[in-house]
């Protein structure tokens, strides 16, 4: 079984900056496809940055210049920078990791981590 361990959030004031970090446990899971979400309360989750196996990046127009997805594939974890925050970036953060475990590919998410900016 792979779990996802989300570590990072909390409580920052505006301007500061936070750094997300989701690490895959088991050794028979390579990550392809790892993914940042966020939701907000009322609001649906949306994609907030997401980094293929190739390094190809993605992010949503609201967080591009200010926040960082990066990978360590040695330790089988994504990383999201966050600098800049802004108020409405409070919201409770997912990760999403696709890939390979035994000849199938698999979707995980984290558990998820409060971050709240306060203005």
């Known amino acids: 079984q792979v779990q996802l361990v989300e570590s990072g959030g909390g409580l920052v004031q505006a301007g500061g900056s936070l750094r997300l970090s989701c690490a895959a446990s088991?050794?028979?899971?390579?990550?392809?496809?790892g993914g940042w979400y966020r939701q907000a309360p009322g609001k649906q989750r949306e994609l907030v940055a997401s980094i293929s196996s190739v390094d190809s990046i993605r992010y949503a127009d609201s967080v591009k210049g200010r926040f960082t997805i990066s990978r360590d594939n040695a330790k089988n974890t994504v990383y999201l920078q966050m600098d800049s925050l802004k108020p409405e970036d409070t919201a409770v953060y997912y990760c999403?990791?696709?890939?390979?475990?035994?000849?199938?590919?698999?979707?995980?998410w984290g558990q998820g981590t409060q971050v709240t900016v306060s203005s």
């Open positions: 088991g050794s028979t899971f390579r990550i392809n496809l």
């Open positions: 999403n990791l696709e890939g390979i475990r035994l000849g199938i590919y698999r979707n995980y």
